[in-house]
């Protein structure tokens, strides 16, 4: 099977929150609710494909940059 970086580097993480919350899921949620409060998202949020439409009927163009912004 051939490795997957990504992949390997989300269960990297997994494991590191993991373990840093004692493999205790509702000590794991009161830390991640804390780091939400602390750091707030400043975008529109989406909760379902409804909203995902109206958002994108909104806006006049949503676009994926196919490359990497170029390095200054």
């Known amino acids: ?15 590191q929150l993991a373990a840093e ?23 529109p949020v989406v909760r379902n494909a409804e909203e995902l439409r109206r958002l994108a009927a909104e806006k006049s163009a949503l676009a994926l940059n196919d490359k990497p912004p170029r390095k200054r």
Do not use: C
């Open 1 to 15: 099977m051939k490795a997957n970086p990504i992949l390997e580097e989300v269960w990297r993480t997994k494991d």
């Open 21 to 43: 919350a004692g493999y205790d899921v509702d000590r794991f949620f009161a830390q991640l609710q804390t780091w939400s409060e602390a750091h707030p998202h400043a975008g």
